[in-house]
């Protein structure tokens, strides 16, 4: 259990910093969001903060609930509430590199 904490505390740090050093605000108009009807939507670089904010928020808080879930429900039902979590953050880094290579 201990193992997979870690696991996903160093997934959400190195996602972190691979997710900060992909973003350049070198042009001034970036696409930031992609919808089904619109298409992609451009917007100010800034707004793809959101994904590094949403890996570090989920490497703290999940962590705590984590440890929450195992002394309620057992070590089982924590280990795939943390393996969900790391497949949720690679898939925003996944989001995020396929906005940056459409830009």
Excluded: Q
Excluded at 42 to 48: K, S, V, Y
């Amino acid at each position: 259990m201990i193992v997979l904490m870690t696991l996903t505390a160093v997934v959400a740090i190195v996602l972190l910093v691979v997710m900060f050093a992909m973003i350049s605000s070198a042009g001034t108009i970036t696409r930031t969001s992609y919808g089904d009807i619109g298409g992609y939507k451009e917007g100010n670089a800034r707004a793809l903060f959101v994904f590094p904010a949403m890996v570090a928020m989920m490497g703290v808080l999940h962590n705590i609930l984590a440890v929450k879930i195992l002394k309620k429900n057992g070590a089982a039902m924590a280990k795939i509430f943390l393996f969900a979590t790391i497949v949720v953050m690679a898939g925003g880094l996944v989001a995020m590199t396929r906005l940056l290579g459409e830009g």
